[in-house]
């Protein structure tokens, strides 16, 4: 800690020895520094925020608004346009000295830098703009940051609100004669069809067309095999009941006998067959063989037998009607498979025919198709021209108005200025310091005694005659005039720049 403090005095000692050193070094820096900062230009800001909303609540109920997003990023890149930027130079002070166009590209590049555009929500936006021009007083550049805001709010409303009805306008017009087009192929299209179809009107799709005709004997073919299928089934039921039920039946007071006895077989027979037995089985064979034994037996016994079966009656009947269907289904059924082979093989008689009519009517789906989508957008965009027209969809309004620069955004000269003092008494303070380390001098017996390696005795105190002392005050006085001229032109400097500022305000 001793050494530190004892380094410390020896360099402050150095300093003030040489402090005339010092202040002359102060003041060149000082001064360097405060003429670079003079010459260095006010920048001046002006801010304004503009609402713009893109659709109201109409569009989005109808469905026609558009992507916001993209609406948004529109109004962005318009406000900062190159065209855009051109009308601001040519309407304010920036196009005075601009006569040719490659002044004007530079002029515009120049002022892209100095306008910036943000967007603080969905449709508030904050335009920014800077001047600070060396060819222009503080004034003036006040003035100009608020007239480039004031001028691209100005474009902005005239193109976007006027701007935006003319070019719905040359939309429509241009859809208009769009459709025009479309009708005219559409016209030609449906009138070669209509030739076509007057001589080959089978190869043409409809109700009589050959196709058509051809599907419809394919679903009458399907239902016709259907219903047969289910006719078949329900005779095979009915002989299925047929052969289970006798066609006599016993009456009280009926003698046996014989007849009996082949009432009995049969019902038999038919309850074997009822359990699926075929003809081939044995026991079929043998009750068969039977039944003819007694049928011989039965026909030359006397007297009555038995009666009529009602049920074997009926369903005889329902056999009959059942077979005269199965009889028309299956006539129905060849009568359509001859008819459509006969319709299949006109279709692949004349090839040609059939794809010149698939390309006819490919030819007009596809025109019909894009008129009827053209159409449906022409009267989309008329339906948004009106709702824009009527109700002014997209609506303009300026939040906060140009604001009038009252003090420089750029450069912070007080604290500019402040900063070169103390930079430049650090200066002073610094070579002061630097001479006193060239050169070989010992503020302290303790330096000079590491320096040299050997003890000292002691040291020899300096002492001043009164002229002398007198002398020394008179330049301690001098260079505290020098050091207190110095934070004078400070204030000076000071007192300058704000009254410049009140000026403009």
Not at 16 to 29: D, E, N, P, T
Not at 409 to 435: E, H, K, Q, T, Y
Request: glycine letters at 8%; aromatic letters at 6%; one cysteine or more.
């Amino acid at each position: 800690m001793t050494s530190i403090y004892e380094e410390v005095r020896i360099a402050l000692y150095g300093i003030w020895h040489r402090r005339w050193l010092a202040l002359g070094a102060a003041w060149v820096v000082c001064l360097l520094g405060w003429l670079v900062v003079a010459t260095v230009p006010n920048t001046y800001e002006s801010k304004a925020r503009i609402f713009v909303q893109i659709d109201d609540v109409l569009s989005d109920q109808i469905g026609i608004g558009g992507d916001r997003k993209r609406d948004i990023e529109r109004v962005r890149q318009t406000l900062t346009s190159s065209v855009n930027l051109e009308k601001v130079v040519r309407a304010t002070r920036l196009g005075d000295k601009v006569t040719s166009d490659k002044q004007m590209e530079a002029a515009v590049a120049s002022l892209a830098k100095y306008i910036k555009v943000v967007s603080q929500q969905d449709n508030l936006f904050e335009i920014t703009a800077y001047s600070g021009s060396k060819a222009f007083s503080d004034v003036q550049n006040a003035k100009l940051a608020q007239d480039i805001v004031q001028k691209m709010i100005d474009i902005f409303r005239e193109e976007n609100l006027a701007g935006g009805r003319g070019e719905m306008s040359d939309t429509l017009a241009f859809m208009d004669q769009q459709l025009a087009d479309r009708q005219k192929d559409l016209e030609a299209a449906e009138q070669k069809r209509q030739a076509f179809e007057a001589k080959n009107a089978e190869m043409m799709p409809g109700n009589g067309s050959l196709s058509s005709k051809i599907e419809s004997a394919r679903a009458e073919l399907r239902g016709v095999e259907s219903d047969l299928l289910a006719a078949q089934s329900a005779l095979a039921s009915i002989r299925g009941q047929l052969s289970g039920t006798p066609p006599t039946i016993m009456v009280p007071g009926a003698q046996g006998g014989a007849r009996g006895s082949l009432a009995q077989a049969q019902a038999d027979l038919g309850a074997m067959r009822a359990r699926g037995l075929t003809d081939s089985h044995p026991d079929v064979i043998a009750l068969k063989a039977q039944i003819v034994s007694l049928s011989r037996s039965a026909a030359g016994e006397a007297g009555p037998g038995g009666a009529p079966n009602p049920a074997w009656s009926s369903l005889q009947s329902i056999k009959a009607d059942r077979e005269a269907s199965l009889v028309g289904l299956q006539s129905r059924k060849t009568s359509l498979q001859q008819e459509l082979a006969q319709l299949t093989g006109r279709q692949y008689s004349e090839p040609g025919l059939a794809a010149e009519a698939a390309r006819i009517n490919r030819d007009y789906d596809v025109l019909k198709e894009q008129y009827d989508k053209l159409l449906r957008d022409r009267e989309q965009l008329r339906l948004r021209g009106q709702v824009e027209t009527e109700r002014n969809a997209v609506k303009f309004e300026v939040i906060d108005p140009p604001t009038t620069p009252r003090s420089p955004s750029a450069p912070d000269r007080p604290m500019l200025l402040f900063l070169v003092l103390i930079v430049g008494i650090a200066a002073g303070c610094g070579s002061a310091f630097a001479v006193g380390q060239l050169r070989s001098a010992y503020a302290t017996t303790g330096q000079l005694e590491r320096a040299t390696g050997m003890p000292v005795i002691g040291s020899v105190t300096l002492t001043l005659t009164r002229r002398a002392r007198g002398e020394y005050w008179r330049h301690l006085k001098w260079f505290a005039g020098g050091t207190a001229s110095l934070v004078l032109v400070l204030v000076v400097l000071l007192a300058v720049e704000f009254m410049k500022r009140g000026m403009v305000a």
